[in-house]
């Protein structure tokens, strides 16, 4: 196979750079797409209902919360020379809080918003917790 000529070689390096910079800038606007109408508005809506919203109170004063657990169960490893447990597990809890009910007619008929991640330090979370362990890793 012949050896491309110094032309050819800045050519390709020309193209092979526009090439890259060319997905790169298709990549960032991928990443950056802008929101839909919906999306704005459950925005909008969740910080409405976060306004004056308490993540220290429980969702009812009045009576216990009812917290539904669902464990499922990946991998149980046990080491009896070195007496440890180890258990790779997803764990979903799920709980009313009236505090965060709206109407769904005024909502544009949104019944359900799924919470984005960083926005879940903003509300009442259960203190969940598991007796007798040594030590455990949260991923």
Known sequence: MAKPSGKTARFILVVLYFLVLSVA???????????TDQEGF????????????SKRDPPMLDRP?????????????????????????YLRQAWKDPRLKFDPL???????IKLHADRAQEIWLPDTFFRFNCCFDIC
């Not at 459950?42 to 919203?53: A, E, I, P, S």
């Not at 490893?77 to 180890?86: C, F, N, P």
């Not at 005024?106 to 359900?112: E, H, L």
Request: charged fraction near 30%; glycine fraction near 8%.
């Open 25 to 35: 800038a298709l990549h960032g606007k991928m990443k950056m797409r802008p929101k």
């Open 42 to 53: 459950q925005g909008h809506l969740v910080n409405k209902l976060l306004q004056n919203y």
């Open 65 to 89: 919360t009812e917290v539904r657990l669902g464990i499922y169960v990946n991998k149980i490893s046990i080491d009896e020379q070195r007496m440890e447990m180890k258990l790779d597990m």
């Open 106 to 112: 005024q909502a544009g008929k949104v019944t359900k």
